[in-house]
């Protein structure tokens, strides 16, 4: 168990719906990450949100959009989904100090039918 | 260009054999890298750390940075059907500002 908590696992959905996926962090880690990962493009990094504000945005689409709540847990919903929104989305932690790397969940492996 | 290039392979080896993954990179600003673990269907799980240029050893793992060059290595001495995973090369700049850039990974297989 790395410390970060992702829910839930898995999610099928259908085309145009919207999901919510959770993560929780690390305890003591005040940034949260949310990447997003398939076969073709490897992880690519969505958002970033350190002690509730956003700190940086990487390719996240409109469709997609997340908050840090003030007991840091972080949500990233995705609305208006398409097939190509399947892939394994990920959640990170990392501590307020240094540069060490971050503690990743498990994951939630999401399928758009 | 892309930020971070790693070959996917997959990397199939026996076991006991001495593996070599790379990574190259373009950003100068880049400071502190990383090597990732991902088994089949879970979350990388952070395997080294380097800052700046050097070699860093932890058990069979060994991790070289050559900064001139914009190069990275991960060598894994007596490679064990375990190592077989998914190895992601990671990198950050000193600013903080910017988050981990991560390459493709590359597959390898240990064959017993």
């Known amino acids: 168990d790395s410390g970060v908590t992702q829910t839930p696992k898995h999610l099928i959905t259908a085309t145009g719906q919207r999901v919510t996926l959770r993560c929780s962090p690390r305890s003591g880690d005040l940034s949260v990450y949310w990447y997003q990962q398939s076969l073709d493009q490897g992880l690519q990094f969505l958002i970033q949100?350190?002690?509730?504000?956003?700190?940086a945005k990487g390719n996240i689409l409109e469709r997609f959009s997340a908050q840090q709540f003030p007991d840091l847990h972080s949500e990233l919903n995705l609305s208006s989904l398409e097939l190509g929104d399947s892939a394994l989305y990920f959640c990170?932690?990392?501590?307020?100090?240094?540069?060490?790397?971050?503690?990743f969940g498990s994951g939630t492996r999401l399928t758009v039918v | 260009q892309k930020e971070v290039e790693q070959d996917p392979g997959p990397l199939s080896v026996p076991e006991g054999a001495i593996v070599s993954l790379n990574c190259t990179y373009s950003n100068s600003a880049f400071q502190y890298f990383m090597w990732y673990r991902q088994y089949s269907r879970k979350g990388p799980e952070l395997l080294m750390y380097t800052y700046s240029s050097g070699n860093k050893e932890d058990g069979r793992f060994t991790a070289q940075v050559d900064k001139s060059s914009k190069y990275i290595s991960l060598f894994i001495r007596d490679s064990q059907p375990s190592d077989s995973a998914t190895y992601l090369c990671?990198?950050?700049?000193?600013?903080?500002?910017?988050?981990?850039?991560f390459g493709k990974g590359t597959r390898l297989s240990v064959i017993a």
């Open positions: 990671a990198m950050i700049s000193n600013s903080g500002n910017t988050p981990l850039v």
């Open positions: 990170a932690s990392s501590p307020p100090w240094g540069n060490y790397g971050y503690t």
């Open positions: 949100y350190y002690n509730g504000e956003e700190r």
